[in-house]
């Protein structure tokens, strides 16, 4: 077997460094695969400590004490550990969001360094892939749409805004306080994204923030008491009238600041005066709503239902503030209800704000949340293993909510570098860990792993930035002129509608109308036909609704569609790659660690070679297909 | 006013459903064994009053962007909000459409039209959701639109084909909702290409496919034992479903490159007339539901310059679906619907456009049970509000799941313990069926 590694990874090597048969000179083949240019800047990715590892080391090894001595009280056996090849696997799928490249398995497996799965780990969590793979995890969680409530309403900054906070590692408190907590509009402060979701819905975006941050469930106690939990219809309201003055419009009838009147009127009245058959829709009136969007702040104070049923208030009375549970400050002057809510929240004294994002990252690590289900935790939930729940929470304080650090933690445990368990898990029924659960990939994982096969430097292949719309779009509507408008909204039609960065993107990498890029890098929500939409990835309407599940759309989508085909071409990374080997044995192995990450079984090796025999180059061809189309590919074992 | 299904309406299929009917409502029982369905709840649920025709399939044809009722079947001719639209004279003595529409007026002895309805929303969107879902748009829960539960009540018909197809559709539909990934819809992005990646490549033939099938399953078979879970398994039944629908002759329903050029012209070579000759080959086929999006309606400005078009388009469309159901025998059993998410305001705005109004808009029915020549409701004399016959976007859906035989009052529980029905509380409008 050490052969064989040795083998294909040697041959691979001589080609990587450029020492093969002289093809630089020779004109490339044309290609239809689209190639990257590799200009593209991502900025720097903020690097894990190497000081830190230490640490790392100890408290994984803690994490693994505890669940162990769960597997002896409970009489687990647990899981073989995860070779080599296949750890490589998981680690570039789990943190990395997509397989990892033939050099890369090359060099992982045959670093002759004990500590090389610790310094994978750290490198993957430095890495562009990371940030890529945790902005889908996000986007699944916060429904990242470009326009979320109406076409004018733009999001694009708030996205970049996302994918900036996972470059730099900001602490999670600070990033969620931000997010809780800002004002005015998108391209001046991205962060108000968050709020401008929940547009015009103070109630829904209540239930939805404590969803997502505290795991918790009120949503049904916005109409009625909660049948199942605690929570009671005013507690909700109580809870929602911090949120309730948190404005997403400009007050366009707000004569103090709009001097001249309505701006919209206004401006379209100037518009029809200038040219009577001018449009006064479109584009001209997108960008003055858009720049109507902002989040601000007015008292405003928030009453119990016209049907309210219970005892403890009547209709339209005005409740006061109270947090669904704990204490919050008072609210003073100077400062807003929404900021006391924010400091409350995200407090270490928060007894669910710091557990339910370690629940969060522990789910995401091994499928299966130590509180089942994670979004839905009540005072009576317990964890299937307390002890590891407390101490990972008590780890994330002490890191001073560096998330990335605690998955660093989780990644290091013996616990998640076992072999995924190859029964069905009844959650009915506590699990204790004995290894990660066998997943599907995410839609994301998989669309990204089969880019990663198919074009080189897929990272060059970035969405248009919305970077510089500020300069374009940003007007003081009391003072702009319609002629002003009129230039403003050509020049954003120019360079950031959907139209144009449409046309940007497709010049520049698509194949047969797929554009390229990696899913993060993709507009949202996608058409229900995309691939993306095929295998799962959610519209982005509801929290968390992204699925795993199969379907025959799926396996047509894989046997047909456009990007398994591009595979088989020439001018695709894995064809290349592949055929670039000298012998079929080398070829055929190099196929099998480019999508499966292990060498091919005997019985498989002599099935691909003979198919290789019977139909010639073909034959590669189709032992790629089929191998894409295994189910070994699309789940992480 | 037809008196088509006079004699043959207690034939066969249908004089059991009649005595069952009987049996259910005069003893509360089913004589209906709990069947083979796909789900236990549905094969319980299927106890539902049905109109004596019962309708098998729908098109639902959706007018994306709110088309203006004033200007297709509540015209306002004698009124300055009627703008430039005449009225026509129809088939049916002293009912008048918008001129626009003179095959559908032709036909108007087929056709059930509703004048009032309303709807609680401009937003296209929400309306749109509403529409499709019975439910308003909540930010914690997906409902299903009514396709969804048509296949999750009453099965598939053709057990190779999806239970409901949508045509055209956007990336907001609702879909299956909170019901599970086996109702869900297929979606067709285009008419003329239909169902993605059921074609294989040029070089790919059979013989090819088998070969690289048997590879899989050389290749995987390892993996599979090791990993025999429930999911695992799961996706070995749709690579078989998958391969079954390759191979199933009634893939070519999707094809509608099969028809003969005469019938494409005859439907209108354009996205809502090959939408509406797919959904035909489909229905034809036994697909349940089947959706059909045609966008252009949202008229803000210059309403004038393009409504005709379109709306010829539309009629031309419906005429041909209309005429080719009857003659190949589905149109009995296949309920035509054509709703829109709002209708538009009687004052005609300063762009010469038409704005939002979902005070009230028209719908049409026609086929499976159906009444034909028949104006359900009334609005004032310029289209601003109802006067006579409220109905909501429930009471439309709840009309079509009654026509279908779905029960109305069943709750289906979803995933997070919430009940819903799936016309939510709306009253199906009896008095349409014959």
């Not at chain 1, 015009?200 to 916005?222: K, P, R, S, Y």
């Not at chain 2, 990993?227 to 999707?254: G, I, W």
Request: charged share 25%; with cysteine.
């Amino acid at each position: 077997m050490r052969h064989v590694f040795a083998s294909i990874f040697l041959s691979l090597i001589v080609i990587q460094s450029g020492a093969s048969f002289g093809q630089a000179k020779k004109k490339p083949p044309a290609s239809k695969v689209p190639r990257g240019s590799g200009s593209v800047e991502w900025g720097p990715v903020t690097k894990v400590s190497g000081e830190r590892r230490f640490g790392v080391r100890d408290s994984a090894k803690k994490i693994d004490g505890l669940i162990e001595a769960g597997y002896r009280k409970n009489d687990v056996t647990p899981n073989p550990n995860l070779k080599d090849s296949l750890f490589c696997r998981r680690a570039y799928l789990e943190i990395g969001g997509r397989v990892p490249l033939l050099q890369e398995i090359g060099k992982f497996v045959q670093s002759k360094n004990p500590r090389k799965r610790e310094l994978l780990i750290d490198e993957l969590l430095s890495s562009h892939d990371y940030v890529s793979h945790m902005y889908n995890y996000w986007a699944d969680i916060l429904r990242l749409q470009d326009h979320p409530i109406n076409n004018n309403q733009l999001a694009q900054p708030y996205h970049e805004w996302i994918k900036d906070s996972i470059r730099e590692n900001r602490p999670y408190d600070e990033w969620v306080h931000e997010m809780l907590t800002a004002e005015g509009r998108v391209w001046e402060n991205p962060a108000v994204g968050f709020v401008m979701r929940d547009s015009n819905m103070e109630l829904d975006a209540v239930d939805n923030m404590v969803q997502v941050f505290l795991g918790t469930q009120i949503g049904c106690a916005q109409c009625h008491d909660h049948p199942f939990d605690k929570w009671t219809q005013r507690e909700y309201y109580e809870m929602a009238a911090y949120w309730f003055g948190t404005r997403t419009r400009a007050n366009a009838r707000d004569k103090k600041r709009f001097t001249k009147g309505n701006p919209l009127g206004r401006l379209r009245a100037e518009l029809k005066k200038m040219d009577p058959d001018a449009n006064t829709g479109g584009t001209f009136s997108r960008v003055i709503n858009a720049n109507l969007f902002e989040v601000w702040e007015q008292r405003r104070a928030l009453k119990l239902p016209h049907d309210y049923q219970y005892d403890n208030g009547k209709p339209h009375q005005v409740v006061s503030m109270k947090p669904i549970f704990g204490d919050a400050d008072a609210v003073v002057k100077g400062k807003s209800p929404r900021r006391i809510l924010a400091d409350w929240m995200t407090s270490r004294e928060n007894p669910r704000f710091a557990m339910n994002i370690a629940n969060r990252m522990w789910q995401k690590a091994f499928g299966i949340a130590l509180i089942e289900p994670a979004n839905d935790i009540r005072d009576d939930s317990e964890a299937m293993n307390p002890e590891v729940l407390d101490f990972l929470t008590a780890e994330l304080i002490r890191l001073d909510f560096d998330v990335r650090e605690l998955q660093r933690i989780i990644f290091n445990t013996r616990t998640w570098q076992r072999e995924a368990t190859a029964k069905d898990i009844d959650l009915s029924t506590p699990y204790y860990f004995p290894g990660p659960a066998l997943r599907r990939m995410s839609a994301e994982q998989i669309w990204d792993s089969l880019i990663t096969l198919a074009v080189y430097n897929p990272k060059s292949f970035t969405r248009p930035s919305m970077d510089s719309v500020s300069g374009t779009i940003d007007m003081d509507l009391d003072k702009v002129s319609a002629s002003e408008v009129l230039k403003i909204a050509d020049d954003f039609n120019g360079k950031f509608s959907t139209g144009a960065q449409r046309k940007t993107t497709r010049e520049r990498n698509s194949y047969k109308g797929m554009t390229l890029a990696r899913a993060s890098e993709l507009p949202t929500p996608l058409p229900p036909d995309h691939f993306l939409r095929q295998f799962g990835q959610s519209d982005r309407e509801l929290m968390e609704t992204s699925s795993r599940d199969g379907s025959v759309s799926q396996v047509l989508t894989m046997f047909n569609g456009e990007i398994t085909h591009m595979m088989l071409e020439k001018g695709s990374v894995i064809f290349d790659t592949v055929m670039r080997a000298p012998s079929a044995t080398d070829r055929i192995n190099g196929i099998f660690y480019s999508i499966l990450c292990r060498a091919p079984r005997k019985n498989e090796a002599d099935v691909a070679r003979n198919e290789v025999k019977s139909a010639g180059n073909a034959g590669y061809g189709n032992v790629i297909w089929a191998l894409i189309n295994t189910k070994e590919f699309l789940f992480i074992q | 006013m037809i008196m088509r299904h006079s004699h043959s309406r207690l034939a066969g299929q249908s004089r059991r459903r009649f005595i069952e009917s009987i049996a259910r409502t005069a003893l509360g029982v089913s004589v209906v064994p709990v069947s083979e369905t796909l789900f236990g709840s549905a094969a319980q649920a299927a106890v539902a009053a049905a109109p004596g025709n019962k309708a098998e399939h729908v098109i639902y044809l959706m007018m994306n962007g709110a088309m203006s009722h004033i200007d297709t079947f509540d015209p306002k001719p004698d009124k300055e909000e009627g703008g430039e639209t005449k009225a026509i004279q129809t088939s049916v003595p002293g009912l008048k459409i918008a001129e626009h529409l003179p095959t559908l007026a032709s036909k108007m002895d087929q056709l059930a039209v509703i004048r009032s309805m309303t709807t609680e929303t401009g937003a296209h969107e929400q309306g749109r959701y509403l529409m499709r879902t019975s439910y308003k748009q909540i930010g914690t829960i997906r409902h299903p639109f009514l396709g969804a539960w048509l296949t999750h009540f009453e099965g598939k018909i053709n057990k190779d084909l999806p239970g409901s197809v949508i045509v055209g559709g956007g990336s907001r539909h609702p879909r299956q909702g909170y019901l599970s990934a086996q109702v869900a819809p297929a979606p067709v992005g285009n008419p003329g290409t239909g169902l993605q990646n059921t074609k294989s490549p040029k070089y790919l033939n059979e013989k090819n496919f088998e070969k690289r099938r048997r590879l899989i399953n050389q290749f995987e078979a390892g993996f599979k034992k090791k990993f025999a879970t429930t999911d695992v398994k799961a996706y070995t039944e749709y690579y078989t479903e998958a391969v079954r629908l390759l191979k199933s002759p009634d893939l070519a329903a999707f094809d509608i490159s099969k028809e003969e050029d005469s019938v494409k012209d005859a439907y209108g070579r354009n996205r809502i007339g090959q939408g509406c000759l797919l959904a035909r080959r489909l229905v034809e086929q036994g697909v349940r539901f089947v959706e059909v999006e045609h966008g252009g309606w949202d008229n803000h400005r210059d309403i004038y310059d393009s409504f005709g078009d379109r709306a010829g388009q539309l009629d031309t469309a419906i005429g041909a679906l209309l005429d080719d159901l009857k003659q190949r025998g589905l149109l009995n059993k296949t309920l035509i619907v054509l709703s829109s998410e709002f209708g538009r305001t009687p004052k005609i705005n300063a762009n010469a456009g038409r704005d939002h109004h979902p005070g009230c808009f028209s719908s049409m029915l026609a086929g499976a049970g159906i009444k034909g020549g028949q104006i359900y409701g009334q609005t004032d004399e310029i289209g601003k509000s109802i006067e006579d016959g409220h109905t909501y976007p429930q009471d439309l859906n709840a009309t079509i799941a009654y026509a279908c035989g779905m029960p109305l009052e069943k709750e289906v529980f979803s995933p997070n313990g919430r009940p819903f029905k799936v016309a939510h509380e709306g009253t199906p409008l009896k008095s349409i069926y014959s």
